[in-house]
Each structure stands twice: as C-alpha cells, then as structure tokens.
C-alpha cells in the first residue's frame, strides 16, 4: 500500500525517487518496472 503511494508520487512527479525510503525503493522499482516507468527511479 506504502510503495503505491510512493509510486504514485514519482510518477505523478511530486517525489522523486531518490527520496523514496531505502526499505521501500525495491518495491517502488518493480512497481514503476511493471508501468514501463523504469526511466522515473534515476538511482537504480
């Protein structure tokens, strides 16, 4: 629910992924990855 909504904010652009917590970068990766988003998490 918490990596949707981080999702959510880098890619309606209010977050950037770096500013993702390190706990829930994992789980924001796979879920911009599953969009065709991967270009969004900078800092792979």
Do not use: C, H, N, W
């Not at 880098?10 to 065709?36: C, F, Q, R």
């Amino acid at each position: 629910m918490v990596v949707m909504f981080f999702a959510q904010r880098v890619i309606l652009g209010k977050t950037k992924y770096a500013e993702v917590p390190s706990t829930l970068k994992a789980g924001v990766l796979e879920v911009l990855t599953d969009g065709g988003l991967e270009f969004l998490a900078e800092d792979k």
